[in-house]
T-cell receptor, first 111, second 114 residues
Framework: KQEVTQIPAALSVPEGENLVLNCSFT??????LQWFRQDPGKGLTSLLL?????REQTSGRLNASLDKSSGRSTLYIAASQPGDSATYLC??????????FGAGTRLFVKA | KAGVTQTPRYLIKTRGQQVTLSCSPI?????VSWYQQTPGQGLQFLFE???????NKGNFPGRFSGRQFSNSRSEMNVSTLELGDSALYLC?????????????FGSGTRLTVV
């Protein structure tokens, strides 16, 4: 059974710092992995989608990597800003058309 | 291009009532998934529909049901509401049959049961 874990559960950093969010999964047989951000009380906004054949994806200040063999993905945020404060979730696409979500990392960027 | 639209945005119901939530996916998307999100339990999968057929179902009681219409719009229904059903209900759509394009989420419906 696929399990997805995100560590840390919460993170507070000063503005301008580069940071890494972690997502680990127990079964390497995945189809894709998607990173989302969620602002309080709102829906999920897709940030990056990595297919199982890819190693990384980049969008602006965000870079997501995928290492299936070790069961890990990281989301790198460069030069963090207060507007980056949100909860970040990773979601793993698995067999049987199932998607498993991590519990998320709550990020607070201090001005 | 319109995104995933969920209606209503907010809803207040009384315990014991029933409720119907609606989700209109992105045009052309045939897969619609529903999730319940609460502070204590996080995101929990309810069910997924593809081309009017339920393809996957989560571990929720039979009070939770859904359906998908021929235009891919989906509804979920909760009967005999309980206080614990208060949550943000999220709908997501995908274009590809294997969801290789990932999910696009709507803004959610906030249900409060009093």
């Amino acid at each position: 059974k696929q399990e997805v874990t995100q560590i840390p559960a919460a993170l507070s950093v000063p503005e301008g710092e580069n940071l890494v969010l972690n997502c680990s999964f127990t079964d390497s047989a995945i189809y894709n992995l998607q990173w989302f951000r969620q602002d309080p009380g709102k829906g999920l906004t897709s940030l990056l989608l990595i297919q199982s054949s890819q190693r990384e994806q980049t969008s602006g200040r965000l870079n997501a990597s995928l290492d299936k063999s070790s069961g890990r993905s990281t989301l790198y945020i460069a030069a963090s800003q207060p507007g980056d404060s949100a909860t970040y979730l990773c979601a793993v696409g698995t067999g049987g058309f199932k998607t498993i979500f991590g519990a998320g990392t709550r990020l607070f960027v201090k001005a | 291009k319109a995104g995933v639209t969920q209606t209503p945005r907010y809803l207040i119901k009384t315990r014991g009532q029933q409720v119907t939530l609606s989700c209109s996916p992105i045009s052309g998307h045939r897969s619609v998934s529903w999730y319940q999100q609460t502070p204590g339990q996080g995101l929990q999968f309810l069910f997924e529909y593809f081309s009017e057929t339920q393809r996957n179902k989560g571990n929720f009681p039979g009070r939770f049901s859904g359906r998908q219409f021929s235009n891919s719009r989906s509804e979920m229904n909760v009967s005999t509401l309980e206080l614990g059903d208060s949550a943000l209900y999220l709908c997501a759509s995908s274009l590809l049959v294997d969801r290789a394009d990932g999910y696009t989420f709507g803004s959610g419906t906030r249900l409060t049961v009093v």
